[in-house]
């Protein structure tokens, strides 16, 4: 009971982890209609970010966190601007092929400039638990998942509750009456995308210190991302925070009844499985 | 006028360096590799280009090699495989058939020289591989594969037998595994082992390879109270298993991995929660490994780390070996033909900086693992085939207890 209880709660912790990766694929994703596969790739920058403030500028890596994301913001909104804006009429295929790409040419540049030497933001307190009852509460996950809601409430109340927001949102149901309304759709895409990559860099912080940091670490995470956002669907951010859950939680519970090897059986599975029944996400408006 | 002069100038000078600047060489002996120098595995793929390369500079330096009356030169004709097997796989075919080199050393890891082995032997060229362990790359009677590295079913060997003379004696086992060619010859030979010393195998468990999450298996092993963690896997994976058996506060009497451990890079992430890690290695940087060419081990290793600025682990020391056994396979069979120098490699026995190189009917070496573990910020030898060389701390203390 003890166990089940223990992996219930690594599920959740690794659930709010997810999510947080997500939330930015699933922003960009809905209101700019691209899948932007060099997501995992923006990530592992972020990762690397919050690794250089943190070693070599002694920034505790969770106080580090809006520097990184301001870092990642900017060249969110210049890759856009310069680069995926070209693209932005174009059909999803080539949307597809440029930000392949793109996740081809960073981890590439990543390893001539960081080495494929393995890294680890590791500050003195990342490794503590907190000891309740049987169940042990690992610090760093405990506040990235902290961070993770914090974030997606915070997307949430922008989106719904503030000009940008609304605006962001109008632009993704009817691009033409965005306009009449004075909205400026380059800036605005640019902005968005900016938004979402800084996301990915502060899941890319949050990932360092639980994980280990290689420029290769992004094609799985942009896989991962990728499931929750449809399992989660792309309406609102509290349905990334559910996919993520949803996800963390099956992959722990498959390790621990079914065995490792089966957790990504799982969480594709599932995927497959929900874009059969509900295609628009488990919050998602029924089809 | 001036252009076309310049350009004769330049065709002149491109001429003059083709041409092969010593005439006492003969044409140069060509050796082969499709390397992973880019790509998930590009870290330790970067041990076998310097350890080639170093290698091969070195037997140069001192002369090449003689084979009759004639000394030749050796070349390097290294590709990057970018961690991909398929591609990998055509590199070697285009290494044998377009680029028509001499011989071939190998990939790094198992699962590649797996499937690289098959273009060896499909063109009877002698492949030495110091990066795949694997039982099953030697297990298909292939002809023309050899191999350095000491076989996977035996590298928790020492390691089981000192468990036996620990104190207090540990009880239960958990043993975790990557589903890949080389950890799962790990895990198959370890069972019997384990077995033999009559140490229970409370835990069996296959994970996928590039797993990143390992908190439920760590919660099985806080759960089922287990002493002896054996972990065979890649070093990612096993940076995430102690980074969050930290986090767990899960802290078995002992750990021991198969990779990682040895190398500075694993010290280096882990800082000091890298202390009382167990792991093995084949090779030590002693004094007492004489080396023809580099003098011995020791000094190999003050060079190696002088030139690429990080120190050698057994994959370096292994790789040159592989460039040594085919030097010396060459010059014994006094010819560069493959099938020659075949049966030469597998007759070979010399001593290097490596240890003793001969390989047993199915092409493999066989030298014993030496234990080591990291104590303080040290890398310790604790055990090796003559019994104990230095204490091991153990148990491992809790995690807030350090």
Redesign the interface.
Known sequence: MDLLAQILINGILLGGLYAVMALGLALVWGVLNIVNLAHGAFIMLGAYVSWYLYTYAGVDPFLGLPITAMVMFVIGYAVQRGLLNLIVRAPMFNTLLITFGLEVVLTYLAQLAFSADFRTINPSYAGNSIQWGPIVLPVARLLAFGVAIALTVAMWLLLLHTRLGRAIRATAQNLVAARLYGVEPRHLYAVTFGIGIALAGTAGGLYGTVSQINPYIGAALTAKSFAISIIGGLDNPLGVIVGGLFLGILESLTSLYVGSTFADVASFGVLVLVLMVRPNGLLGKAA | MLKISGLTALLFAAAAVTMPSNGAFAKDIVLGASVQL???V??TG?YYRDAYQFAIDKINASGGIKVGNESHKLALKLYDNQ?DVNLSVRQYTQLVSQDKVDFLLGPFASNFALADSAVSEKYRIPMVQGGGASDQIFARKFKFIFGTLAPASNYFGSTIDMLKGLSPAPKSVALLYA?DAFDVSVADGTRPKLKQADLALAMD????T????F???L??I??KNIDVVLVAGH??EI??FV??A????VAPKMYSFTVGVPSE??R????K?ADYAFGMTAWLPSAKLKDRWFGDAGQFAVAYKAKFGYDPDYHAASGVADVEALAQAVENAGSIDPAKVRDALAKVKFDSLYGSIAFSDNGQINLPQTVIQVQGDKLTAIYGANGLIAEPKYPMPA??AR
């Open positions: 880019t790509g998930p590009a870290n970067r961690s589903d468990e296959r994970y996928s590039n797993a990143t999450d908190n439920s298996l919660s099985q806080r759960s070093e990612t940076l995430n980074r969050q930290k986090s767990l506060a890079d694993f280096k992430a882990l800082g929660d995690w807030n």
